[in-house]
DNA sequence: TCGACATTTCGCCGATAGTCGAAATATCGA
DNA sequence: TCGATATTTCGACTATCGGCGAAATGTCGA
C-alpha cells in the first residue's frame, strides 16, 4: 500500500459512523450484513448509510456482494492488514525494542 | 482508547502531509527532529505545518520538547500503540485465523 | 406486469478543514 | 538590550465533507 491508498482508508475510517461500521462488519465477519440491518444498528439514515458504505468500500475496507433485495457487506481484511502493514512499515529503523509490543498488540486481539 | 480518540487519531493522520509527518518521526526514533526541519522535509511551510503539528499532537499522536530555539517533534509510540490496539479489537470474534496474520505484519515490522 | 421492499443516486445546504500572509511569541548571541 | 532565528497564532478565504428529502434503480412475489 502506498501513501495516497492509505490517506484514502484513513479517511474513510476517521469518521464515528464509518468506523462502527467497519468495526461492527470486523466483528461480525465474513458473512457480514446486509446494509439495511447495518443502517438499524448504527442508527443512521439508510440513504447516508449508503454514502458511508461506498466510501469504505472505495477504501478498500469492505466488500459487498447482492443477495436477493438485500446487498450484504463485509470486512475487507486483506484491505485491512495492507493498511496496519502500511502504519508498522519502518516504523523503528532497526530499533526492534520500540514496535515489538506492536506484536502482542496483534496477539492480544484473539487472547479472549 | 474509545472510539472518538480513534477517530481524532485517524483524522489527524487523514491527510497526506501529516500522515507523511507521522512516518517520519516514527521512522526517526526518539530523537525527534526540529519543526523547521520537519517543514524542509515534507515541503510545508512553517506556519501550516505547526498547525498540523498541533494536530498530531492532540491526537495522542507525537510529542514534543523545546531545545532552545527549537521545538523538537518526536513520534509518541504509546498512542501509535494504542490506535492499532483498537483497530484490532474484538477483529474476529474468535476466529483466530482471521487476525493471526495481524502478528506477522507487526513483526515483519523488524524483520529488515 | 405490478406493487412492495431494499438500496442507491441526486441536489441542495450548512459546517468544517486546509492554506496562506501577516503579525506575535520565544530563545539565543553579540 | 537588540537583532536574528525558530515557531506559533491570527484572520480570512476557498474547497470539501456530511446530512437530508426526494426521486430513481434493482429485485422479488403475486
Known amino acids: 500500500m502506498l501513501l495516497p491508498e492509505a490517506v484514502d482508508a484513513l ?8 468506523l462502527g461500521v467497519f468495526r461492527l462488519l470486523v ?3 465474513a458473512d457480514g450484513l446486509p446494509a439495511g440491518e447495518i443502517a438499524r444498528e448504527v442508527g443512521v439514515l439508510p440513504n447516508t448509510l449508503s ?7 472505495h477504501a478498500g475496507l469492505i ?3 447482492r443477495e436477493g ?12 492488514r495492507g493498511l496496519l502493514g502500511f502504519l508498522v512499515s519502518d516504523c523503528c529503523a532497526g530499533r526492534p525494542e520500540i514496535c515489538a509490543p506492536l506484536a502482542e498488540v496483534a ?3 484473539c487472547d479472549k
Chains 1, 2 share one sequence.
Open 11 to 18: 479517511s474513510a475510517l476517521a469518521h464515528g459512523h464509518r
Open 69 to 80: 433485495r438485500s446487498v450484504i457487506y463485509s470486512a475487507d481484511y486483506d484491505g485491512m
Open 63 to 65: 466488500q459487498s456482494r
Open 107 to 109: 496477539q492480544s486481539c
Open 51 to 57: 454514502t458511508h458504505l461506498t466510501i469504505l468500500g
Open 27 to 29: 466483528r461480525v465477519g
